[in-house]
């Protein structure tokens, strides 16, 4: 299984405000995918946004953005106008041949 | 489109009785379908995966099993439960990969689980 590390527990952003979610993950692999999921209370995974690693740009998707840094294999989530229904858990999820998720990172955004 | 049905929603059993859950997905053919596990608060545990028919490999020894008796069906089951088998089970499914595409997972709404 891969290592990926999401160092924020949990996160607060006020109404309006944008917010960056933290992804790390280890892999010597060159290709491969990285994708972001939502979990609202309500339990189901939501698919947010998806990056290849040999995409030159950063991907986005309305409001969400991946400030991916190859490199550094960072893929942070950048998630702009934070609105009262993004409060959710995020987890992000390296893809080679599997799917593996990290801990999440609960947000909460304040009106 | 492509649906993914997973049952039940919710199921109470107690310690040392049998679990079968059943996921199915429908408009795709030859999907790679999963088995994930969340205990409350934590990420999620990959616990088996399919890429056919008769196809299973296992993440996490433990007494759970996994059987795909069609190709878009996808059975976990136990013969005895434990307490630590409580929690939320995840079937998903993704397209398989072709060349360097990646198809997202596609989850079904759940399985809250709890041994008493």
């Known amino acids: 299984a891969q290592k990926i590390t999401q160092t924020q527990p949990g996160m607060f952003v006020q109404e309006k405000e944008a917010v960056t979610l933290d992804c790390t993950y280890d892999?010597?692999?060159?290709?491969?995918?990285l994708f972001w999921y939502k979990q609202p209370s309500s339990g189901e995974m939501i698919f947010l946004i998806y990056q290849g690693s040999y995409d030159q740009q950063n991907a986005t998707e309305g409001r969400y953005s991946l400030n991916f840094q190859k490199a550094r294999k960072s893929a942070n989530l950048v998630i702009s106008a934070s609105q009262l229904g993004d409060s959710a858990m995020y987890f992000c999820?390296?893809?080679?041949?599997?799917?593996?998720f990290g801990t999440g990172t609960s947000l909460t955004v304040i009106p | 489109s492509q649906t993914i049905h997973q049952w039940p929603a919710t199921l109470v059993q107690p310690v040392g009785s049998p679990l079968s859950l059943e996921c199915t997905v429908e408009?795709?053919?030859?999907?790679?379908l999963y088995w994930y596990r969340q205990a409350a608060g934590r990420g999620l545990q990959l616990l088996f995966y399919s890429v056919g028919i008769g196809q299973i490999s296992s993440e996490v020894p433990q007494n759970l099993s996994a059987s795909r008796p069609q190709d878009r069906q996808f059975i976990l089951s136990s013969k005895k439960l434990l307490l630590s088998d409580s929690g939320f089970y995840l079937c998903?499914?993704?397209?398989?990969?072709?060349?360097?595409?990646?198809?997202?997972?596609?989850f079904g709404n759940g399985t809250r689980l709890t041994v008493t």
């Open positions: 998903a499914w993704s397209a398989a990969r072709t060349g360097r595409n990646n198809s997202p997972l596609h």
């Open positions: 999820a390296p893809y080679r041949n599997q799917f593996y």
């Open positions: 408009g795709t053919s030859n999907p790679n």
């Open positions: 892999t010597s692999d060159p290709s491969y995918g």
